[in-house]
């Protein structure tokens, strides 16, 4: 009696296996099913022609193939062109021409840069040759004997420059 009051599913038993199966199964179909639905084209409207008797026939026995009246191609010419009317082509040629100017602007910064690098290396070789030949021309006058009186702005006669001993270097060239 104990083991018929724990089996009310009547015989059925429903192993995760199962279960795992019969869910897979059923997404399978309807993914099947929406695939179809998203798939399968729309050719006519149900207010405007009647709709042929059988998936993908019509009137002449052709399989897959609509057919249109004339009053569908006129309609569809018609979209078609109001379509093309009511592109903004000004709007798209005045992009491209924005385009190409931004592209030459480009092109010309570009050549503009590498101008101002050439110039900026040219300086620095020159700023470096300039240094090189102040320190070699520094080094030759330290050997002789310079003269270091300055000039007071202003007034005319000439003031001692002391060394950092404290000597002039008036005294100096006094004592040689």
């Known amino acids: 009696m104990a083991h018929s009051s724990g089996d009310w599913t009547g015989g059925l038993r ?9 869910l897979c199964t059923s997404n399978i179909l309807v993914a099947l099913f929406m695939l179809h639905a998203a798939l399968t084209p729309v050719y006519y ?4 022609s009647p ?3 059988g998936i993908g026939a019509s ?3 052709l399989e897959g193939v609509v057919v ?7 309609r569809i010419e018609d979209s078609n062109r109001l379509r093309r009317e009511l592109l903004p082509v000004h709007l798209i040629e005045r992009v491209k021409e924005i385009q190409e100017e ?3 602007e480009i092109n010309r910064t570009a050549v503009l840069n ?3 690098q050439k110039v900026a290396l040219e300086l620095a070789n020159r700023l470096r040759e300039l240094k090189l030949s102040n320190d070699q021309a520094t080094q030759k006058g330290e050997g002789k004997s310079t003269d ?5 702005l202003g007034k005319g006669k000439p003031k001692d420059v002391k060394h950092s001993n404290g000597d002039s270097i008036e005294q100096k060239d006094m004592a040689n």
């Open 148 to 152: 270091a009186r300055v000039q007071v």
């Open 45 to 48: 409207d149900s207010s405007s």
């Open 14 to 22: 429903c192993s995760y296996r199962r279960a795992t199966f019969i």
């Open 59 to 61: 009137s002449n026995g």
């Open 114 to 116: 590498l101008a101002r």
């Open 51 to 53: 709709a042929p008797s």
């Open 102 to 104: 931004t592209e030459l």
């Open 68 to 74: 249109q009246t004339k009053e569908e191609l006129e």
